[in-house]
Structures are given as C-alpha cells and as structure tokens.
C-alpha cells in the first residue's frame, strides 16, 4: 500500500512540471522571467484567446507563490539581472516559443476584495482573482521579464497589472533591463 501511495504522489507531482522548463524542439525559443511582487500565487497559463479573459488558459507555464514551494516547480535558466529583493517563490524563469505572438495569463489568487482585478476594502477579505493577459513577439534568443503587481488605478482603487521588460546588453557590454514596446496587457473580462 505505500508502494502504491508513493507511485501515485510522484505521478501526481510529475503532473505538475511544465514544457516550459526547457527549449522547445524545432523552433526558436526566448526566455522569460515571470515575477509576481504580491505575497499570493499566481498561476500563469498560455491561452490562445488575447481578446478578453475567460478563465485559466490552456498550458501551465509556471506556478508562482508559497505553492510554487509545495510543488515544486521553480526553474532558474540563468537570465541577466535576477531580482534578489523578490522572492525566489515568485520568479520563475521559462522558455518560450519566439518569432510568433505568444499570449500568456497571469491569475493571481490572494485575500482581498477584488472585483473583478479591483481591490474595494468595503467588501471585507474575499477570496480573489485578478488575471491579466499579456501578447507580445518574442524574439528569437530574446530575454524578457515580465512582472505583475498591484498598482494604483486611475480611479484611485488598486488592481493588477503587468510591465514586460527587455533584458539585453547596452553600448558597455552590460545587461540593462528597458520596458518592452510592443506588448499589450488586457484586463477586460469576457462579457463584462
């Protein structure tokens, strides 16, 4: 019976890891670093659909937060400028396929009153989920960092969002890290 028990816990661990911690066969790949500053989880999946969200997505990419502890599921590639004030439970550094736009969704979990992506402390403590997507090209051996945080909103409420950051070397030979220009970030929910 603990034979069996301990079969079933590595199959179910197993499950867990994700094709995006290492290079995908037959095409180009990029890297990405995926930061999450809040003290929550976030689950980060790639979806096809870059219009409005709609749930999870598709394929784990990573899972961040004290759960990325539990399963297991950190991966360190090496990309310049590692962020040592972050914790290591929330950075994750994966490959992804490049040369075509690739859509990838943030859904941070915590304990707030978030409606929907919109803290409102008049609710009291919910549990919560504010998801963001973010589409962009990576370019081929491209090295990226995206980071979701919670952010002051324009109507003066918080909520989450996403900044995707380049990392290449400058005119000196060092690595810089410089806000990506071409990427979009949606936060419309599907029928909302």
Not at 75 to 91: E, K, V, W
Not at 114 to 119: L, M, R
Request: aromatic share 12%.
């Amino acid at each position: 019976m603990k034979y069996i028990v301990f079969v079933m816990s590595l199959l179910f661990l197993s499950g867990c890891s994700s094709q995006f911690t290492k290079p995908h066969e037959g095409v180009d790949n990029a890297q990405i670093r995926l930061a999450s500053i809040p003290s929550n989880n976030n689950f980060i999946h790639e979806v096809e659909y870059d219009k409005c969200i709609y749930g999870n997505g598709s394929d784990q990419i990573a899972t961040l937060g004290s759960k990325a502890n539990l399963i297991r599921s950190l991966s360190r590639n090496g990309i310049p400028l590692y962020d040592s004030g972050i914790s290591d439970s929330h950075q994750n550094e994966v490959y992804i396929p490049a040369g075509n736009q690739f859509a990838f969704q943030f859904n941070g979990v915590g304990i707030a009153g978030y409606f929907p992506g919109v803290i409102d402390t008049n609710y009291g403590a919910l549990y919560s989920w504010c998801r963001r997507i973010v589409s962009f090209t990576p370019a081929p051996g491209g090295l990226y960092e995206a980071i979701y945080d919670i952010i002051e909103a324009p109507n003066g409420r918080k909520a989450c969002d996403v900044k995707l950051f380049e990392i290449s070397k400058n005119a000196a030979g060092a690595y810089e890290k410089v806000e990506a220009q071409n990427y979009n970030v949606v936060s419309k929910y599907c029928g909302s």
